[in-house]
Nanobody, 127 residues
Framework: QVQLVESGGGLVQAGGSLRLSCAAS????????MGWFRQAPGKEREFVAG????????YYADSVKGRFAISRDNAKNTVYLQMNSLKPEDTAVYYC????????????????????WGQGTQVTVSS
């Protein structure tokens, strides 16, 4: 069973930056793609960014493309989300998640394609 722990959230002014980290415990971290999702109050959880098991492929929601960057360090069992040019509409609880399919060959953008979730970290962007 994989456990995921996010960190790095906080309060930042519009235009600022934050870097989120997600540390994973358990074996075979490098065999699975990872994703970042977010959930704002009263809204459904939505996909933000994903990275393939090898790290060779990254993909993003249109709303964050060009501003956010996902990366992973398999030696440290950690995935990151660098968030730049933050906007008030980026305010949400951010969750990292592990793909349920080992060595998935395509991108996974839906909640149902992930089977392990962290507890979330709050990101608040003030205007």
């Amino acid at each position: 069973q994989v456990q995921l722990v996010e960190s790095g959230g906080g309060l930042v002014q519009a235009g600022g930056s934050l870097r989120l980290s997600c540390a994973a415990s358990g074996r075979f971290f490098s065999d699975y793609g990872m994703g970042w999702f977010r959930q704002a109050p009263g809204k459904e959880r939505e996909f933000v960014a994903g990275i393939t098991w090898s790290g060779a492929g990254t993909y993003y929601a249109d709303s964050v493309k060009g501003r956010f960057a996902i990366s992973r360090d398999n030696a440290k069992n950690t995935v990151y989300l660098q968030m730049n040019s933050l906007k008030p509409e980026d305010t949400a609880v951010y969750y990292c998640a592990k793909d349920r399919i080992r060595f998935r060959s395509r991108y996974a953008r839906s909640v149902s394609e992930y089977d392990s979730w962290g507890q979330g970290t709050q990101v608040t962007v003030s205007s």
